[in-house]
């Protein structure tokens, strides 16, 4: 508490209580004395004034309501803070003490009843982001430790049996529990707020904010974030994708979505391909130039201005965690103890990537000494570009675990490539990293974090990775978190690289993966239930989604419209100016669907044919009865808009 409060008047006012003070001032007793002193000063104070001083100082503000309601608000005055519920109960008389506790009902049943009701009023409450009940089991006829309450409002007795009704009641609101109503928009969206504009507290609770305080230069949920296999050092000349040919796969799929951003990473842009002589980025893949250029990096600059024309940036795939000895900067980060030993006093082997034997950069000690900011600075001044598409993706990097001297290293990494006005993207996600990293390219989060974190705080690429199902769990199973049950139910984009076969697929891959994904991150995930038929998440704006286990077939509806039904898709492209509606079909067939409220009156719309070349010049396409009756060949799609 500060050491004097805005508007409090009265006897009160907080003073020194060091214990050598109150020991001198009070006696050996002074601790219960100091208790009371404050509690005298909060009653002093009132209840208005301890809100208004807490609204000030904390991030959510914790109060205790043992009411039937949250029908409590912040009194006038105070800052615009959520709040949370610390404690609330409902308490029976029908065994234990003959005392109900703050909280009334007449039996199990009842209370049941009460607690469901309660967390109904939470989640409608505008301010309210979360409730704790208090408390988990009943208590002893002789009393709990403090001698001073023996009483029953139970979720487990201490025999261990259940006190199944109020359980029933709780399993019943487990999707609408803390965090997760569709009231608590305003403030997820303050949380994203903070994310991008840099001033999200590093961890929770941490007194410090986010340093830098630069915004991200990309909503990464809006839009379509993937990388292009260029060259691979195992086999330097088979399956180039050169500059000319990613050119190629960012207009067909600018094409079919009709302009949908991209951020396109390229890897094994350097040197001999993917995973060539790191540490050094200082050459351009001389493989991949254009046969009029003087130089690739000369054609790579001139990929990256043709890309915005199709409203894409251009940037690269990095890894600033290993070393090869084959690298031009071997010598100088050996000698001045940038690569990390083993027990031996020999480099400490890594993996073996691309018939390559690798190493590990001490990234504490390049961050120290200076030469990280020198590779970042040259590898700018290679590829100016960067500057402009405002994007790096950094290969396995990131994942920070206890050591503090490795956050703060990752921490100014972070923040020296977005003060250049550089996002950082890198595979996984770290709770550390919240509010630096926007997005991952596998996202790694279980189904209370989807909950925890919206898309405008953090999204993904896709479920390349997950680990949930798999029979010998790794790679994300060494991680904070190894994804949800079914990441389809919660959108999943793109994560698997795009290569020698080109825009191969894309459609069905835009289609099914992106642009339901793309709708989903446009609303606030509100809770999930694992049903023994199927796994169903519940989003803001009456989105629901479903996955059935026994085919892992995908429904979505939007408030009774379905918008995907397995294979078959219906819904709106929301990045299109003219409100374009992607139609697409896995298995083909023939089917029929409300037209949009939009073309209410039309008796036909425009439609684009589809497919991996791009899209085609329009037809017209007739509607009858405001529907749309289509029959499709599988794998056909088109897009779809009113005159």
């Given amino acids: 508490m500060p050491h004097r409060v805005e508007g409090v008047t009265g006897p009160y006012r907080t003073c020194d209580f060091s214990k050598a003070n109150l020991l001198r001032k009070y006696g050996p007793e002074w601790e219960g004395v100091f208790a009371e002193t404050a509690h005298r000063r909060l009653r002093a104070w009132g209840p208005d004034q301890v809100y208004r001083a807490a609204s000030r100082y904390c991030v959510v503000v914790s109060l205790n309501l043992y009411r039937h309601t949250v029908c409590k608000d912040l009194p006038e005055g105070c800052e615009d803070k959520p709040v949370i519920i610390g404690e609330f109960r409902f308490g029976a008389m029908d065994r234990g003490a003959f ?42 006829l002789t009393g709990r430790g403090d001698r001073v309450e023996a009483t029953c409002w139970p979720c487990a007795r201490l025999t261990l049996l259940r006190a199944c009704a109020i359980l029933r009641g709780a399993f ?74 990613a050119l190629r796969i960012m207009r067909v799929i600018h094409d079919v979505t009709g302009g949908l951003e991209q951020v396109v990473y390229l890897v094994g842009w350097q040197f001999d391909g993917h995973d060539s002589k790191y540490p050094s980025w200082a050459e351009v893949n001389p493989r991949l130039k254009r046969p009029q250029d003087p130089d690739a990096r000369a054609s790579f600059c001139w990929l990256a201005e043709e890309a915005k024309t199709l409203n894409a940036g251009v940037s690269v795939h990095i890894n600033m965690s290993d ?104 595979e996984y996600f770290d709770f550390e990293l919240v509010g630096r990293l926007p997005m991952v390219y596998h996202l790694n989060l279980s189904e209370e974090n989807r909950v925890k ?78 049903r023994a038929e199927d796994y169903h998440v519940t989003f803001s704006a009456g989105v629901e989604t479903a996955v059935r286990k026994s085919d892992r077939h995908l ?21 299109t100016k003219t409100g374009e509606w992607f139609v697409y079909s896995r298995g083909g067939g023939t089917r029929t669907w409300p037209a949009p409220d939009a073309w209410r009156g039309k008796t036909e719309v425009l439609a684009y044919a589809l497919s991996d070349d791009g899209r085609s010049p329009a037809t017209l396409m007739p ?14 799609a088109f897009a779809l808009s009113v005159r």
């Fill in 99 to 140: 005392h109900t506790g703050l909280g009334i009902a007449n039996d199990p049943t009842e209370r049941a009843a009460l607690y469901k009701d309660y967390l109904r009023s939470a989640l409608a409450h505008p301010r309210c982001v979360g409730t704790r009940r208090f408390q988990w089991c009943d208590q002893p």
């Fill in 172 to 245: 019943e609101m487990r999707g609408n529990r803390m965090r997760i109503a569709t009231s608590r928009r305003a403030f997820l969206e303050a949380l994203a707020w903070a994310s991008a504009a840099g001033v999200l507290p590093v961890r929770p609770g941490a007194a410090e904010a986010r340093a830098g305080g630069v915004p991200f230069r990309h909503d990464y949920s809006q839009g379509l974030t993937y990388k292009i296999f260029c060259a691979d050092k195992a086999y330097p000349d088979q399956n180039l994708v050169t500059f000319e040919d």
């Fill in 323 to 426: 070393a090869y000895e084959t690298s031009p900067l071997w010598k100088e980060y050996r000698e001045n103890g940038l690569i990390i030993l083993g027990k031996d006093g020999q480099p400490r082997k890594a993996g073996v990537w691309g018939g390559e034997q690798s190493y590990l950069v001490d990234k504490v000690k390049e961050w120290r000494s200076g030469l990280a900011k020198t590779r970042i600075d040259a590898l700018v001044a290679l590829l100016p570009f960067l500057r402009e598409s405002g994007s790096v993706h950094i290969d396995a990097f990131g994942l920070i675990g206890k050591n503090e001297e490795l956050r703060q290293a990752v921490y100014g990494i972070f923040d020296y490539w977005r003060n250049m006005g550089i996002d950082v993207t890198t």
């Fill in 453 to 530: 974190y919206p898309a405008t705080v953090i999204c993904g690429g896709g479920d390349g990775c997950n680990q949930r199902h798999a029979a010998k769990p790794s790679g994300w199973a060494q991680l904070p978190e190894a994804g949800c049950l079914y990441e389809e139910a919660w959108g999943v984009s793109i994560d698997h690289d795009l290569g020698a076969s080109g825009a191969k697929g894309i459609v069905g891959k835009l289609c099914t993966r992106t642009l339901p994904w793309y709708f989903l991150n446009r609303h606030l995930a509100l809770s999930y239930e694992d």
């Fill in 555 to 575: 429904t979505i509806h939007e408030n009774g419209r379905v918008l995907v039904d397995g294979g078959d898709v219906f819904m709106p492209a929301l990045w």
């Fill in 623 to 636: 509607l009858r009865d405001g529907n749309l009756t289509i029959q499709l060949d599988p794998g056909e």
